[in-house]
């Protein structure tokens, strides 16, 4: 099956109550998963803007960043996060990510049940 870019769901809105609009370009979506995940898609993070505070119950997130610069709260460390970088978030921790750059951050993000 081929999915073109003008097939993608595309939803833009406030994220677990982070700060202003992100928007979420699904790659694989429902049925598709076959009951292994939830969520595969690339994450635009306007300057300013975030994803709140959230925990992973069941399921563990993969952030791989694209492009920008963001900073991450991860179970209680606030790292900085570029280009290339991959973060990893467990069953049973939490974490959010804000776009502290000057430029969108953009991400793939994958949860995938435990």
Do not use: C, W
């Not at 994220?15 to 009951?35: A, M, P, Q, S, Y």
Request: charged share 30%.
């Amino acid at each position: 099956m081929i999915k073109k870019k003008s097939d993608l769901f595309i939803e833009d809105g406030n994220l677990r109550n982070g700060k202003g609009n992100v928007k979420r370009e699904h790659i694989i979506k429902g049925d598709e998963f076959k009951g292994k995940g939830k969520l595969f898609a690339k994450i635009t993070i306007p300057k300013g803007n975030s994803i709140g505070m959230h925990d992973h119950t069941e399921d563990f997130e993969v952030y791989y960043i694209l492009r920008g610069t963001g900073q991450v709260l991860d179970n209680g460390d606030l790292i900085q996060v570029n280009e290339g970088d991959v973060i990893y978030t467990a069953d049973g921790n939490e974490h959010y990510i804000e776009n502290i750059g000057n430029e969108d951050l953009e991400l793939i993000a994958l949860v995938l049940y435990e």
